[in-house]
């Protein structure tokens, strides 16, 4: 039953993986797995000699590991405990293929010489390369562990690469690193992620499309969890940032699997914080965790790298982002954790209605202002969270002899008030400074400005008085009587007639009542004409004033 908890190397017993280049057969053998290099020859006489010799790395001379006839067996200096002819009776099969268990040291150059009476000797070279796998942690691997598959060729000249391929035939992220060989993990391993993963070996010489397999089974004890307790903590960065402008979540900088950025936010003293999982990225399996709260959090680009293990985040905070961020860093199964503070500065709201322009504020540290205006003063206030990391804050002018009316209307807020309205006096650079506890200091000034010259359009008032009015109406008036006169004398024989009494209300006038008009519009020095229509042509025939 222990078996269950082991991790299994799957590979037949005697395979191996060979081709021709070069006119040498070259080997990939597994280390520690039975290996059987080929040497037949069916054309073979009675009285055959065979002599198996070896040319490993770095030596010039051809050692002995075995001599064979019909009458004797010899072996020699460089011959291994398990090495054996594979076939007994090489003498009649022609079969003279040499079965052993290699080790890395092993990789080299393996001459089979066949010699015969009255007949040339034959001599098949094979170049074994020796492939090592190594599966990390040891088992049983646990719930939640860092799998390492990790594998090298030796001589590193005979293979171009190698390719890991997990359950399922998904190709597996890789990474070569020297001295260390080609490199897969499964961060967090689950009970899902058992199964045979497999090693492919391609060498040079041969055709892209042929690679050579070697299965590795992989089992996950679930009934057992990992536990990261090796945590190394860097020193806490206390630091401040402006409210929606980029600020940089530094990272530990190992080279790791996966990040994990957690945040503490603010809260007064004394107090209890949750803290909550903002990102989660996994660079081996390609995963992204992100959720509601962490929409301003994402991977700082260069001169970090995360596709290579080299974390950090680009932070947009608004005011309430302030708190504890810790950035944690996971290394197998050893964990670097970097913890920073924030306060964050909230942004400047400037009133048009005391500054009819405002210049450019200059920034030489995030540390921004808020301004309120009101009838009788201008309010310049400083907003910060996280203000127990704050160990002073304070309002200058740029005149520093000039003092100014500063006020505290709680913690996180500083309030520099103003008169109104602003005068050379007044007008120039503000800057709000605050010290924070690690002695850290971060400003912000901002430039309140005169305002400018407002053009004021003056309406000369009427010079006509109520009499003027009817001045400018007698003229008309004549007129209109003129052209009755003369209407009366052509038109005499028509019984045309005139009536100059009217009644205040009569009903006739189809466009409006005079009296009601002047009872809804009593304006001064405002005259009325009524006219009323007689006869058939509809002539006016009556004035009123």
Not at 479 to 493: C, F, Q, T
């Amino acid at each position: 039953m222990e078996a269950v908890f082991f991790t299994f190397i799957l590979i037949f017993s005697f395979a191996v993986y060979s081709f021709q280049a070069d006119n040498r057969d070259v080997v990939v053998a597994r280390e520690g797995i039975p290996t059987t290099l080929i040497c037949t020859d069916t054309t073979v006489r009675n009285g055959v000699t065979i002599n198996w010799k070896v040319k490993t790395i770095g030596v010039d001379e051809w050692k002995l590991l075995l001599s064979a006839s019909k009458t004797k067996e010899f072996f020699g200096s460089a011959s291994k405990a398990s090495m054996r002819l594979i076939d007994p009776n090489f003498q009649n099969t022609g079969n003279f293929s040499l079965f052993f268990i290699p080790k890395v040291e092993d990789c080299g150059l393996y001459s089979c010489m066949i010699e015969q009476p009255e007949r040339i000797p034959k001599e098949t070279v094979i170049h074994l390369a020796i492939l090592t796998v190594t599966v990390v942690p040891a088992a049983p691997i646990r719930l939640l562990s860092t799998l390492r598959l990790i594998a090298s060729v030796k001589p590193e000249s005979v293979s171009t690469n190698i390719i890991w391929v997990g359950p399922g035939g998904i190709s597996m992220k890789s990474e070569t690193k020297p001295n260390t060989g080609t490199v897969a993990k499964v961060p967090q391993i689950q009970k899902n992620d058992s199964g045979a993963y497999v090693c492919m070996v391609r060498l040079w010489s041969t055709s892209p499309n042929i690679l050579f397999p070697f299965n590795v089974e992989v089992m996950v004890d679930v009934k057992s969890e990992a536990s990261f307790t090796n945590i190394t903590h860097g020193t806490v960065i206390t630091t401040a940032t402006r409210a929606q402008m980029p600020f940089t979540i530094i990272c530990p900088g190992v080279q790791g699997d996966y990040v994990r950025l957690y945040w503490q936010p603010h809260s007064p003293r004394n107090m209890k914080r949750n803290v909550l999982q903002l990102y989660h990225y996994d660079r081996w399996r390609g995963i992204t965790f992100v959720n509601n709260q962490s929409k301003r959090v994402h991977l700082a680009g260069p001169p970090y790298n995360a596709d290579a293990g080299s974390f950090s985040f680009l932070f947009t905070p608004e005011l309430n982002n302030g708190g504890q961020y810790s950035c944690d860093v996971f290394l197998n199964d050893n964990v670097y954790r970097q913890r920073t503070v924030l306060s964050v500065f909230k942004g400047v709201e400037w009133g048009a209605e005391h500054l009819a322009t405002r210049p450019p504020a200059v920034e030489p540290a995030p540390c921004p202002v808020k301004s309120k205006p009101s009838p009788s003063m201008l309010e310049l206030s400083c907003l910060y969270s996280e203000w127990s990391q704050i160990q002073s804050a304070k309002w200058t002018y740029q005149d520093k002899s000039r003092k100014l009316h500063v006020v505290s209307s709680g913690p996180g807020r500083i309030t520099a008030v103003l008169p109104t309205p602003i005068t050379a006096d007044t007008a120039g650079n503000y800057t709000c400074t605050l010290q924070l506890n690690n002695g850290q200091t971060v400003w912000a000034t901002e430039s309140v400005a005169l305002p400018s010259k407002e053009s004021v359009t003056v309406t000369t008032p009427s010079l006509l008085p109520p009499l003027s009015a009817l001045l400018l109406l007698v003229p008309l008036v004549a007129a209109a009587a003129g052209v009755l006169l003369w209407r009366r004398e052509h038109i005499s024989d028509r019984g045309i007639e005139e009536s100059l009494s009217v009644q205040a209300h009569e009903a006739e006038n189809i466009y409006e009542n005079p009296e009601d008009i002047r009872q809804q519009a009593p304006f001064e020095g405002s005259f009325y004409m009524d006219l009323k229509p007689r006869g058939d042509d509809g002539i006016y025939k009556e004035l009123e004033q």
